[in-house]
């Protein structure tokens, strides 16, 4: 007696010696109400289920001292180019109103306001060279935020690469490994530096909050990356499913009396289950409990395995 007659003992028994209805073309079985109450069976139905694709991913945390370096050297220029302005216009308007101001002191005013306005964006340029986009173009504001996050260890930066930049086109979220746990981390935009070794040009990803403290500079941690597109599916509970040749089975109510057994193709395991976009939809009636006794009841009778 195999294992799954034990189980069920004398009820499978003389439900296979009764011979359950089998259906010639697709792989079913049939059972009367009372049938399925002896053997447990139990169907629920399905609810849709939104499933979002994850990129395998490689992190290094990134010292942050030359962004605070430079983010520092841009905000002294800022000031010297506002104050060099102001003295500029200040001396403009004194030639024009016929004050006695030499004219190379004013020629010297100008000169120094645009050369501070070309240090300044000198050093834009520079930090949207080296650190990309998403720190480029950040305001003022945003960026003090960041780079006091930085000093305080609240904020992490993080370098995340692909192989040939999977997943990372229109990526947004990014979680990553720290010990047992998964820390998420927000996509700031793409990176000046590549990893050549995976032919990655890379994402810049902020880490913010108590976890960032544990990514040391120069850690290299696994991530996952989420697509910005999730999948329509449903999710098939773990009791649901049945193996068979080397496969993954569920059976689906047809019926009152008649259930349907269908392959779970391609299933992704997440905390509801087994996440499927095909072969099963929203509504379907799949059975929950007394998987087992249904492919024991449809085996029994020595027919030939589809």
Do not use: C
């Not at 329509?232 to 057994?261: C, H, K, N, Q």
């Amino acid at each position: 007696m195999t294992p799954i007659l034990r189980r069920w003992g004398a009820a499978a028994l003389a439900l296979l010696a009764a011979g359950p209805a089998l259906a010639d073309s697709a792989p079913t079985v049939a059972l009367s109400p009372d049938q399925q109450r002896r053997l447990g069976v139990a169907a629920k139905p399905l609810a849709a289920a939104h499933h979002v694709k994850k990129t395998d991913a490689f992190a290094k945390v990134l010292d942050p001292e030359p962004l605070v370096q430079l983010a520092s050297d841009l905000a002294t220029a800022e000031a010297a180019a506002r104050a060099s302005s102001a003295e500029a216009k200040r001396a403009r308007a004194l030639q024009v109103g016929g004050a006695a101001m030499a004219a190379k002191d004013a020629e010297a005013a100008i000169a120094q306001a645009e050369s501070d306005a070309l240090h300044v964006d000198m050093l834009r340029r520079r930090l949207d060279l080296e650190w990309g986009p998403g720190v480029a173009r950040m305001s003022p504001a945003k960026r003090r935020r960041l780079i006091d996050g930085l000093t305080a260890g609240k904020i992490a930066l993080v370098h995340v690469d692909t192989h040939n930049n999977e997943g990372q086109a229109g990526a947004r979220k990014v979680e990553i490994s720290v010990g047992p746990d998964n820390v998420p981390g927000t996509v700031l935009g793409p990176t000046r530096a590549a990893e050549p070794r995976l032919q990655s040009s890379g994402l810049l990803v902020e880490v913010d909050g108590p976890s960032a403290i544990l990514l040391s500079v120069g850690l290299t941690q696994s991530a996952e990356i989420d697509s910005p597109d999730s999948v329509t599916g449903v999710d098939l509970p773990r009791g649901a499913i049945v193996r068979m040749d080397g496969g993954d089975w569920a059976y689906v109510r047809t019926s009152d009396s008649a259930f349907e057994r269908r392959r779970v193709d391609q299933p992704e395991g997440d905390d509801d289950g087994l996440f499927v976009a095909s072969g099963f939809k929203p509504g379907d009636q799949v059975v929950v409990q007394g998987a087992a006794a249904l492919l024991a009841a449809e085996t029994g009778r020595g027919r030939s395995r589809p």
